[in-house]
Structure formats: C-alpha cells, structure tokens
C-alpha cells in the first residue's frame, strides 16, 4: 500500500508539474548576416558598396546581435529558434562570433536550435575587406558547420538527416521541431553548382518519416527552413526572385497530409504570416516568416505554447537601441527607405523580359527604345518614389490593411504617364495619348495581381484560397497532443509494473503498438534496451 501511495504521488506531482509548466516560451530569430569586426581591417570603398547594395544594416551587425543577446536573456524563453542566414556570406570567422553570442544563452539555461540558410555554407562570396580592396576568407563545409553549432541543435538532436544538415529535436516537451537544411549544403561541398533552394528526395522522405513518427508518438510537430514554402504575396517569385523552395506547392501538401501545421522561415527579411489551404480548404499550413534584425523594423517573434501544445500565440517585439544608438528604430526606417532604390533595381532586374515585351507591343507607335535596365530603373523609381516607400514599410511592419496604403494601387497606376515621359521623352503627342493607357493597362497585368495581395494582405487574392492571417499576434489552434507522464508507457495516469511489463515486451520484441514502442524510448536514444528500464523503475520509486 505503502509503494501505491509511492507511486500515486510520484504520478500527482508529474501531473501538476507539467500543468505549472504547461506554458512554453519560444523565441524565434532569423538572418542576422553577421559580418565579424574581425574582418574589417579597413572599410574602405567596397565595404561601403557592401553596405548600401541592400536593406541590411551589416555595419551594425555586431551591436545589434549583442541587443539581441541581451533581450532574450532578458526574456528567458525556453528556447530560442533561428532559421538560417546567420552570417554575411559564410565566413568562419562570422560563424564563430555568431556561436559565442549564442553561447551566452546557452549558458543561461536557453535551448538554442540553428539552420543554414544560403548565406552560411560553402560560400564563394566570403571575404574579409582590406580597404581598397578585399580578401577570400575561409567559408565552413556543411561537417565544419555542425561542428560550429555543436551546442546550438546538433548535440541536442534526437536524430540527424544522413544527407542534409536537417535534425530532429525537441525543444519543448511534447513539441517535435523537424529543422530542414533547405539549401542542399551536403551536396554542395562538392558541387557548389547547385542550386541553393532545394531538399532533396532523400531529405524529403526523412522529413515526412520524422513527422509520422511524431504524430505516433504523440507529439506536436513543427518545422523550421530558411526559405518559403508558400509566396507571402501573389507573383512573388516572378517579382524578386525565388524565395520559395523547388516543387515548393508539392512539399506544402505532403507537409499537411504528414500533420505538420506550422512552419517558420526567413529569408524574405519580411514579418509576414499567411495561411495556405489544401484544395478542399478542410486541411491548412501556417508559415510565420520573421523579419531581420538587421533590416526595419529589426523584429523577432515570440511563441508561447499551451500545455496540450495545441495552442500557439505570437507576439513580435523589436530591438530598440543599440549600445551607441538610442532610438533603433527610427535609424534603421530611415536606412530602410533609402534602400528603395536597391529594391526598385531588383524588381526591374526580375522583370525586365515583362517590361520589354510591353514596349515591343507598341513599337509601331514609339519606334526604337534606347534606355537602359539601369535607366529604367532610376525612371521607375522618379515617378514611383512615395507610393514603392510606403508599400515597402507597410510591408515591413506587417498587417498592412492597417497601414497607410488605401489608395496605393490607384496612385501607383496614375503615375504611368510620368513614367512614359520618363523613359520615352520624344514621344509626340498623338502617340502618348494611345501608348499612355495601353502600357497602364499592360502594367496592371504585370503588377495588379501582385499589389492587390499585398495591400490586403492576402495570398492567392480573388480566389476560393484567399485567406488573411494576422501577421503580428496571432493565435493559431491545432489539434492538441496527449501530453502523458514519462514512464507513463499505457497511459492510465500512473507509472506501475504495468509500464514495466510493458517496456520489458518491447526491448524483446513482442507485439506492442506504435505508441507503447515510441514511450518505452525513455532516455530518446532511438532503442529500448535495460537503461530505459532502469529509468522507469526509478520513476516508479521516485527517484
């Protein structure tokens, strides 16, 4: 009676602590690009071309990293999560620097789980910069960049992808976190040919093993990659280029038959959340990208976790200041808007055959065009300047139905005249007021679709698939798991010779279903064997 009463306690007090501690706190990060001091030896002229070819703020890599550090410890999530692009180019000397930030939430007790992004491995572009000129640096292998990160996912991994620098972990009990390395790095250490955005056959399938697994076992699973599964807004690919993976309408629909609801990305350097049903509309995917803290407004996410793990609310903070920079903020819009011009380069960059297909159409009326890709950029930005600054901070911030951007579209569209006159300036009258109207309506082919999504923060916009998701504090329900006691094999609320019997079954091989055979894994070492027994037996003495 005396050990029933042993055990009834031992069963009680797990109960009660896995309701205290129902509630976990994640935090998820992305592309931090940092660049080491280290390897500015002189910022000279190609540091500086570096600095203003994008929106991100690498000359403060390192003391917003340290904000960053410095607010995490502050918080004391669980763990913090962070989805690849962790340096400027791959350089080592970054990814050490990187690893010693991380390591000071390692050693506060804070879980910390990294990808690759396609800035991180095996990079022809790292280089240290010597004032007037720049010097290769060395760049990790895929084996190099484990061995980096040893302690933030790879040592903590319940198992890793053979092919890939994929892994398995458990950042929270009951919650399995399935981290894909998208960017084929393995294969890439021998062929850096290929191309950076992809999983291969062989990671795929293991992906989906993972997660049928996890399901059995009961768990809760989420994944984490650097780049997208689903286009935040419509034409986005065909816009700025291929953010999203290869056979990316593919992997989200076995991503939601294999029960994964929830995936984080980055890359896009937007914080932008969206939902992406199957056809039916009875089954969905939500993929949370998070913004760079590098880029307006230097964003990162927070999660809490219920107790069943089925519930899942966000909230997204910001850094500040900096250690020599009060307002961060307001430094870092400014920074951002005057790297309008960068994103209006990419655009035209991405759709310069669109752009030239329009003006072949009216060739009868307009005769031969002689300006540049570079002039039709500097044109583009003149006549659109306000309304491209405004999207792009609406987009930056997120929920951008809220922002100021009603009327847009219909500003944008009402400037093409000024365009026209920009790029085509001997144009004759007559010929203006017949092109002027035929390129508005081309442009609205070629770019409507694209705004229209955006302005209302909607993907798949006029379709049976739209869907809007708030982008900053949403909270989002799936199915809840059976969170169950360790040793708990049979899952009647007690942990007894049952268990025991039950464990024994299993390490000889009889029959037991999946889920007993999955809890019988007590020390997760991927085998039940006499050491998941000895555990057992200890949690029923209360040891």
């Known amino acids: 009676m005396d050990m029933i009463r042993k055990i009834s306690f031992v069963a009680l007090l797990s109960a009660v602590l896995l309701t205290v501690a129902a509630q976990e706190r994640l935090l998820v990060f ?10 500015v030896v002189n910022p000279g002229q190609p540091y500086t071309d570096a600095i203003n070819s994008n929106n991100k703020m690498i000359d403060l890599g390192d003391p917003i990293m340290q904000a960053l550090v410095d607010t995490i410890l502050a918080i004391k999530p669980t763990a913090v999560l962070v989805s690849g692009d962790l340096t400027k180019d791959g350089e080592r000397r970054s990814h050490q620097d990187v690893a010693s930030y991380l390591a000071q939430l390692r050693q506060a007790g804070i879980g910390v789980y990294v990808i690759p992004g396609n800035h ?15 010097r290769k640096v060395t760049t990790p292998s895929s084996s190099e960049f484990a061995i980096i990160y040893a302690d933030m996912g790879y040592n903590q991994a319940l198992e890793r992808d053979t092919n890939s620098l994929s892994y398995l972990a458990e950042p929270i009990p009951g919650l399995w976190l399935i981290a894909v390395d998208d960017n084929m790095t393995v294969q890439r250490d021998t062929d850096r040919s290929i191309n950076a955005n992809g999983i291969t056959l062989s990671t795929r399938n293991w992906i989906f093993e993972k997660a049928d697994q996890g399901r059995q076992q009961g768990k809760q699973v989420m994944a984490m990659m650097h780049h997208q599964l689903v286009e935040h807004f419509d034409d986005q690919d065909r816009l700025v280029g291929d953010a999203t993976v290869s056979d990316a309408a593919m992997l989200r629909q076995q991503m939601i038959d294999h029960g994964i609801r929830l995936l984080l990305t980055g890359h896009m350097h937007i914080g932008n959340i969206t939902t992406q049903f199957n056809e039916a509309r009875t089954d969905s995917l939500v993929e949370v990208t998070t913004g760079s803290p590098l880029t307006y407004p230097c964003q990162f996410r ?39 011009r960068t994103t209006v380069s990419s655009v035209v960059y991405h759709s310069w055959d669109d752009l030239m297909a329009v003006i072949d159409q009216f060739r009868s009326y307009i005769g031969e065009v002689n300006f540049t890709q ?16 405004r999207l792009m901070v609406a987009m930056a911030q997120g929920n951008e139905p809220t922002r100021d951007v009603q009327g ?23 010929a203006r007021m017949i092109v002027v109207p035929m390129i508005q309506s081309q442009l609205e082919g070629m770019l409507g679709k694209a705004l229209d999504s955006i302005v209302a923060d909607c993907n798949h916009y006029g379709t049976a698939q739209a869907h809007v998701t708030d982008d900053l504090r949403p909270t989002l329900h799936f199915a809840p798991i059976e969170m169950s006691l360790p040793g708990d094999v049979n899952r009647d609320g007690t942990v007894d010779v049952v268990d025991v019997n039950i464990v024994v079954n299993v390490m ?36």
Request: net charge negative.
């Open 30 to 39: 992305t592309d931090p690009h940092l660049l080491s001091p280290a390897l």
């Open 120 to 134: 991180d491995v095996n990079s022809d572009e790292a280089k240290g910069y010597y004032g007037s000129t720049t």
């Open 302 to 340: 927070l999660i809490d976790v219920s107790a069943d793990r089925g519930t899942f609310s966000f909230a997204t903070g910001t850094i500040d200041h900096t250690q020599d920079i009060a307002d961060l903020q307001s430094y870092a819009l400014e920074r951002f808007k005057s790297s309008t």
């Open 374 to 389: 570079e002039q039709a950029t500097e044109a583009i930005y003149n006549a659109f300047h306000d309304e491209i600054e």
């Open 408 to 430: 847009l579209r219909n500003s944008m569209f009402g400037k093409v005249g000024t365009l026209v006159d920009q790029l085509l300036p001997n144009l004759n009258f007559l």
């Open 508 to 543: 000889l091989g009889k029959p037991t279903s999946n889920v007993q055979q999955a809890l019988s894994d007590l020390d997760h070492n991927g085998s039940v064997d006499v050491s998941d027994i000895n555990l057992i037996i200890n949690i029923m003495l209360g040891k």
